[in-house]
């Protein structure tokens, strides 16, 4: 391809130079070459067309004399001659003609005029200009840029651990997952209907983790294992209704998990403390819970089943941090007597990543499920009683209870589970044993070789992969190892320990044995060592029980069927490869390829977080650059990139302001002011910061009531500490009195955090800083395009103003602070388990950054508002827009009111909702933050067509509103309540056909069926993607969270679960159509899937049924 591209040019440069002479009056004849300048949407190799311009109508008028007598010669520019491989073109999507015609239809003149009219002049800047990549860079120049910063991190093997470990990605699930934006660019599964396929990975997961826990209970991922330990610290502390205030930490736990719980006590008044095991008292009568590691940080294997009891006979409750591979050859915690168990899922097939994103995770028993933090898939029926899968019990989460909430998280590691579940069900209980078996028996052969050598002395106690070595001199040791390219872990002066995993070989044992032999010489390889090695697992602590026994652990073992497997459920559901996804407050914009290329480059995935910095210093030089970027964009003096979420950002911002008071011995400023529109995690937050909340309402124009912000100001002014507002509001608005605002809270002594949430709507056009913030978290996975990943991963770095910087947050193994660093530092504690977060998911928003320069990306934000205003525009005429600026315009998303429909046709938002899938839409936020509404945010990437396209579609629902209005259509029996997918189903039930071959006598049939669907047939031709479930999902709360295991056995007309024969009408739709609501209703894949994997769910289908 580069060699056609090559000639080709070459040809059009020869054209271009042969064809130069032009007559002497200045005029072209139609025989001569037109002077060409690319579309946007044609390539640059593209042939010239037939029209014929004059030379004054190419020069803008002008007839150019040129030097060579008669004879006139076009030149050619410099700008033809430059890399045409530029960024913003392919990233922001309207030409600039689609701009001035948007524009001119939403009454202006120019793109200019109408930001000029949308964004108040106190808060606009004049430009945005970087001191690196201002210009942009092209893919091409930031792939080789990516490449050189690769270079730069130096690759040692790691034998750190610590809860990071190298491990083997299956290539199936790297190329199918991991780089497939199929995966990655869903939006979390709250409409279940399009999202079957993830949620069934993620049930996976949960089951997984049920499995090799022992206990009941699983959410959907968390963060990372510290923040998964601070989860269950407060889990404990609302156990016991916050009576106890003395949570208990074993210094066997990983520093980095300590230090996170430290930081989060604070804000829930909780004393942590700290002890040896032996000396853990429980005698003060006043302890909530206590946290312990299995197996422990230095590698013991410990059996707390005496000490658990112990306990429990005090009320305690018990945490166990632990390693899912162990858990495979070790007695799972559950059987132990633990209440909650939280680990990290990184080393099931998910690479390091110099610390992130991984899969964190919780597991408790049935009595706790109310308590749990984060997302949790349960087992349903839909509306016709057919088993569907769905988001459980959230009445828990955020977004509902807000400060209330069990936890503030939201994003979680939902990609990241995946992929681990993947790794489970590729390998398969045995599978996974045996990778433990190997890890272990290569500790094994370590420590006894060490003991052959006689030069340094091994634990005595039972371990798992992590080997304790003491020594003479830990440092000299760790020096030898770093000549040999070798990571280790130096405890002390005399204390090492050495971690294995599934990468390390038996050669690498041999080197290990080199460095610890000082100038000994080595006269056993690790293989001759094989046969002498025992278990060292003690029989009491070996697991006996099953685990991963239900068939979707048991079938798929072939990369063959792997893939398979993979593609099923990806075609389930809905992503950006099928359509824009409008919703509000969300910025589903373009993940380009480019972007996200590096994340997979072995010199960024294979670091550990803790390897010494002079080994990745081409991670520290992209965050540095970073950070100096994002300071630019904000207005900003200093940026932590450690928060690995925007909840956690949020978090990490107030406690800052929180830091900062302290120091000013202001102890008593505790009260946050909070508007109601806000998002549901700002609450959330400042319940965690141990902040009182006072709200503050709005307006008929959907603005902050100032007045009555003035007034709770006033009346805390003493107690002050924070104000959390999202600009432009989550209304869809840019407030005229922002600025005020943020005076008003200054001169009361207090603080503005800024949520970064809207920040698609700021860039290049004006600044936190700049409006008067003081701190503010960036949502890396929407404004700057990590993809969401169906639920995670996210980013959420926060920037503070000078005097906030030295308060931002370190780490207890490697110290970090602010970028640029502040002259002092005084950090208010850790956030996350590694030190810069999810660090391999940076280079995403570094290399969007970089490309699109400060020019692409302050167009980026004007064609994210245009794009709103002009839908806005086009339906206006067909549904109320709730809120706009003072000039008639709306920001970046804006909410349309759906709640009259109720009165005139009993039409809800749902039905607008689930309508919009009949053709191929996701829908748009709904019913937040105003009930009966739909909250629609377009984003910069999305083309003129397909913003026409979702306007068309909304436009033609009205119509069929309108029908029911009018009374054509029956108020009970219509399109939007009887969808169009479920008279699929209904008619392929009618003629036992499988519903991908019913759809093409669809209309026939409708009015067969006694249904018509006059509007529908533009729509459906355009109709992408088929849901999986049928529609109104059953809120449950006594679903099932894992997959029950049964035999099953498929007959012609029947199942047999178990005993005795269970016969259901779905066996019988099943044998005859060759499908079931797990296919994927696309034309070419109506074919038997493994409907016998979901045994339980056929029961509570038949008993719902019944019922």
Same mark, same amino acid.
């Given at each position: ?7 080709a040019s070459?040809?059009?440069l ?14 072209m004849?139609?025989?001569?070459p ?29 007839n150019?004399?040129?030097?060579f007598?008669?004879?006139?010669v076009r030149?050619?520019s ?22 001035a015609k948007?524009?001119?239809?939403c009454g ?7 930001i ?15 001191s ?13 840029h ?20 190298n491990?083997?990605?299956?290539p199936?699930i790297l ?8 995966w ?5 599964p709250?409409q ?16 997984m ?16 294992e ?17 009576k106890k ?12 998990t300590?230090?996170i719980?430290?930081?989060?006590a ?7 403390v ?8 429980y005698?003060?009568g ?5 946290l312990?590691?299995?197996?422990g ?8 089943g ?12 018990v ?11 070790l ?10 168990v939280?680990g990290?899922?990184?080393?099931f097939?998910?690479p ?9 995770f ?10 749990? $933090? ?5 087992v349903?029926?839909d509306?016709?009683?057919k088993?569907?899968l769905r ?16 936890s503030n ?16 069900v590729?390998?398969?209980?045995e599978?996974?044993?045996a ?9 094994g052969?370590?420590?006894l070789g060490?003991?052959k050598?006689g030069?340094?002395e091994?634990?005595g106690?039972?371990?798992f992969?992590?080997?304790?070595v ?10 030898a190892g ?6 280790l ?8 320990t050495?971690?294995f ?5 038996l ?10 032999s000082g100038?000994k ?5 690790a293989a ?7 278990t ?7 697991r006996?029980?099953p685990y ?7 079938m798929?073992?072939t990369?063959?069927?792997l893939?398979?497997y ?7 559901d809905?992503s ?5 996804i409008?919703l ?5 914009k ?12 072995p010199?960024f ?5 803790f390897a010494?910095q ?6 520290q ?7 100096e ?10 940026f932590?990139?450690q ?5 956690a ?8 302001i ?6 000013r ?8 002011i909070?508007?109601v ?15 009182k ?12 009531n100032?007045?009555e ?11 002050l500490?924070?104000?959390?507002v999202?600009?432009?509001?989550t209304h869809?608005?840019y407030?005229e009195?922002?600025?005020?605002i ?9 603080q ?8 698609n709507?700021q860039v290049?056009?004006?600044? $936190?800083g700049f ?8 949502n890396?996975?929407k404004t ?13 770095p ?20 602010g970028?640029?660093?502040p ?19 940076l280079?995403?928003?570094?290399t ?8 692409g990306?302050?167009?980026a934000?004007?064609?994210a ?5 002009y839908?806005a ?7 109320p ?16 009111d ?6 005139t046709?009993g ?7 689930k309508r ?16 009966g ?16 396209r ?28 009887i969808l ?6 209904t ?6 056909i ?17 249904n ?12 992408k993607f088929?849901?999986?479930s ?19 056995k ?12 269970f ?40 008993a719902?049924?019944?019922?």
């Open positions: 391809m580069e060699r056609a591209r090559r000639l070459r040809a059009i020869r054209r271009l130079v042969n064809e130069t002479k032009q007559s002497s009056n200045g005029q004849s139609c025989r001569s037109v002077l060409y300048t690319p579309s946007r949407y044609v390539s640059s190799l593209s042939p010239f067309g037939s029209k014929c311009y004059s030379r004054s109508d190419l020069l803008g008028g002008r150019v004399p040129n030097s007598g008669s004879q006139q030149s050619i410099v700008e033809a001659l430059k890399s045409s491989d530029t960024f913003p073109r392919r990233h922001n999507s309207a030409t600039p003609e689609e701009q948007m524009a001119e239809s202006f003149d120019s793109l200019d005029s109408l000029d009219a949308t964004v108040p002049k106190a808060i606009r800047i004049d430009s945005m200009k970087f690196k990549f201002d210009e942009g860079l092209t893919e091409s120049q930031m792939i080789e990516m490449k050189m910063l690769e270079s730069k991190n130096k690759i040692f093997k790691s034998f750190i651990g610590m809860g990071y470990y491990t083997h990605v299956p199936v190329r199918n997952i991991m780089e497939n934006p199929a990655y660019t869903q939006y979390t709250y279940a209907e399009i999202s079957q396929g993830r949620l069934e990975s993620l049930l996976n997961f949960q089951t983790i049920a499995d090799l826990t022992g206990l009941p209970m699983s959410n959907a991922s968390l963060l990372d510290g923040t998964a330990a601070a989860e269950a610290m407060a889990m404990c502390n609302n156990i016991l209704k916050g205030k003395t949570f208990i930490i074993a210094n066997n736990c990983h520093p980095q300590i230090d719980c430290k930081t989060r604070d804000g829930f008044d909780l004393k942590v700290t002890a040896d095991l032996k000396d853990i008292d005698s003060s006043d302890v909530c819970g206590v312990v590691q299995y197996p940080t230095e590698g013991e294997v410990l059996d707390y005496e000490f658990i009891k112990n306990a429990h006979a005090h009320g305690v409750k945490v166990m941090a632990t390693d899912l591979l162990a858990l495979t050859v007695k799972p915690p559950g059987e132990l007597g633990a209440d909650i939280v990290s899922a990184q080393r097939g998910v390091m990543g110099y610390g992130g994103p991984h899969a964190a919780l597991a408790t028993s049935q009595e706790y499920k109310r308590m749990m $933090p984060g997302r949790i898939i349960g349903s029926v509306s016709s009683g088993p569907a988001m459980a019990m959230q009445t828990r989460e955020q977004h509902i209870r807000r400060d209330k909430a069990t998280i939201c994003t979680a590691q939902a990609l990241l589970a995946n992929m681990a579940a993947m790794y489970a590729y390998h398969g209980p599978g996974l044993k990778i433990a078996q190997r890890v272990h028996g290569l500790a052969v370590f420590a060490l003991k050598l030069t340094v091994v634990q106690l039972p371990f992969d992590t080997v304790k003491t020594c003479a001199d830990a440092h000299s040791i760790a020096d770093y000549r040999s390219e070798i990571n872990r130096v405890l002390d002066a005399k204390t090492i050495v971690s995993d599934e990468t390390t070989t050669e690498d044992v041999d080197k290990l044995f080199k460095v610890f100038s010489p080595v006269s056993f390889t001759s060592l094989a046969s002498e090695v025992e060292a697992i003690p029989s009491g602590l070996e006996q029980s991963l026994t239900h068939s979707i652990f048991n798929y073992h990369e063959h069927e893939l398979r993979i593609h099923r459920l990806q075609s389930k809905l950006l490869c099928h359509s824009m409008p509000g407050s969300c910025t589903m373009l993940n380009a390829t480019a972007e996200m290329m590096p994340v997979t480059w010199g995935t294979d670091i550990h977080p010494p002079v080994q990745a210093q081409g991670y030089e992209m965050f540095n650059n970073l950070g970027l994002l300071c630019t964009i904000t207005g900003f003096d200093s932590s990139l928060p690995n979420a925007g909840a950002g949020e978090y990490a911002g107030l406690m800052v929180r830091a900062y008071h302290l120091s011995g202001d102890h008593h400023r505790n009260v946050c909070i508007p529109s806000a998002h549901g995690t700002n609450p959330a937050s400042a319940a965690m910061c141990g902040m909340i006072v709200s503050v309402g709005t307006d008929s124009k959907g603005n902050i100032i007045e912000l003035r007034k709770a100001a006033e009346a805390n002014k003493d107690k500490s924070a104000l959390m999202t600009y432009p509001s869809g608005v407030e009195g922002i600025d005020e943020c005076k008003i809270i200054h001169d009361n002594g207090g503005v955090y800024m949520d970064g949430a809207n920040m709507a290049g056009l004006t600044s $936190p409006i008067g913030a003081d701190v503010c978290h960036l890396l996975h700057f395009c990590i993809p969401h990943g169906g639920g995670g991963p996210g980013m959420g926060i920037g503070v103003k000078k005097h906030l910087a030295p308060f931002l947050p370190s780490h207890p193994v490697v110290p970090t602070g970028i640029p660093a002259e002092k530092s005084d950090p208010l504690g850790t956030i996350s388990a590694a030190p810069w977060g999810s660090a391999l998911i280079p995403i928003s570094y969007y950054i970089a490309m699109m320069g400060s020019k990306l302050t167009d934000s004007k064609i508002i245009l794009n709103a205003n839908m525009k086009r339906l206006e005429k067909h549904y827009v709730l809120f706009r600026g003072v000039n008639g315009t709306v920001a970046h998303e804006f909410i349309i759906l709640r009259g429909f109720k009165n046709a039409i809800e938002p749902e039905d607008v909702a919009l899938m009949d053709y191929g839409f996701h829908a748009p936020t709904m019913s937040w933050p105003v009930p509404t739909l909250m629609i945010e377009p984003t910069e990437s999305e083309s003129k067509a397909e913003l026409d979702f306007c068309d579609t909304l436009i033609s629902i009205r119509e069929e509103i309108a029908e029911i209005e009018n009374g054509k259509a029956d108020i009970h029996n219509n399109v939007l309540k169009f997918t479920e008279l699929i189903h008619l392929a039930g009618r003629l036992s499988p519903p991908s071959f019913a759809h093409g006598r669809c209309m026939d049939k409708c009015r067969i069926l006694g018509t669907l006059p509007s529908l047939l533009s729509g459906f031709e355009l109709l088929w849901p999986t049928r529609y109104g999902l059953k809120t449950s709360f006594t679903v099932d969270l894992a997959f029950p295991v049964y035999d099953i498929i007959g012609v007309h029947n199942i047999e679960i178990g005993s005795p024969m016969e259901h009408e779905f066996a019988c739709f099943f044998a005859v159509s060759g499908t079931c609501w797990t296919n994927v209703y696309g034309d070419r894949q109506c074919h038997l899937q493994p409907f016998f994997q979901y045994p339980q769910m056929v029961e509570e289908a038949a719902a049924n019944a019922r």
